[in-house]
Nanobody, 120 residues
């Protein structure tokens, strides 16, 4: 039973910082990548940042230079450090895990989401 518990969202003023955490449990397969997505009111869910099993990261253009994705394998946790927050960063942030079994079965798991609200 895969579970991704997401936390860290809050109300913050523009220019402030937050760190989101996603703790994974019940992982019995190989992890290909983990990432963060967000969904703003009235908009579709969009990719924010990903980190592959090898440590390669990528970011949406809108957050480059401001957000950093990282992980702590010992704690089974992936983080999203968000600095210089803008009003347009407001939304529900979701943790995502993609993996595969040795037999080739694909897994795609999501956390419950955490609300980030940036006031202007």
């Amino acid at each position: 039973q895969v579970q991704l518990v997401t936390s860290g969202g809050d109300l913050v003023q523009a220019g402030g910082s937050l760190r989101l955490s996603c703790v994974a449990s019940g992982i019995t397969f190989n992890i290909n990548a983990m990432g963060w997505y967000r969904q703003a009111p009235g908009k579709q869910r969009e990719l924010v940042a990903t980190i592959s099993a090898s440590g390669t990261t990528n970011y949406a253009d809108s957050v480059k230079g401001r957000f950093t994705i990282s992980r702590d394998d010992a704690k089974n946790t992936v983080y999203l450090q968000m600095n210089t927050l803008k009003f347009e960063d407001t939304g529900v942030y979701y943790c995502n895990l993609k993996g595969y079994s040795d037999g080739g079965y694909r897994y795609d798991s999501w956390g419950q989401g955490t609300q980030v609200t940036v006031s202007s």
